[in-house]
Nanobody, 115 residues
Framework: QVQLVESGGGLVQTGGSLRLSCVAS????????MGWYRQAPGKQREFVAR???????SYSDSVKGRFTVSRDNAKNTVYLQMGSLKPDDTAAYYC?????????WGQGTQVTVSS
């Protein structure tokens, strides 16, 4: 069983930065994918970024160049460094881990970007 707990959300002005953290309890291997999705009010949950085996990362086009996903395997933690934030980035951000043949989700952390 894997449990994920996010932190680091909050209110920030346009152009500002935030760093989200997600700590996983339970055993994960460095090859298991971890990453982030987000969901804005009235919209579907959408992919943001992920990292997996060998430190490979991928990003949605909407955040590429502004967000950086990273991982500390020793701490079982994945991070999302967000910069140049826009009001369109306002959403609940969810951490996920793909392990043991299923997807685990965190409870979400709210990010609000004011204009």
């Amino acid at each position: 069983q894997v449990q994920l707990v996010e932190s680091g959300g909050g209110l920030v002005q346009t152009g500002g930065s935030l760093r989200l953290s997600c700590v996983a309890s339970g055993r994960l291997s460095s090859g298991d994918a971890m990453g982030w999705y987000r969901q804005a009010p009235g919209k579907q949950r959408e992919f943001v970024a992920r990292t997996f085996s060998g430190g490979i990362t991928s990003y949605s086009d909407s955040v590429k160049g502004r967000f950086t996903v990273s991982r500390d395997n020793a701490k079982n933690t994945v991070y999302l460094q967000m910069g140049s934030l826009k009001p369109d980035d306002t959403a609940a951000y969810y951490c996920y881990a793909a392990a043991y043949g299923r997807i685990y989700w965190g409870q979400g952390t709210q990010v609000t970007v004011s204009s």
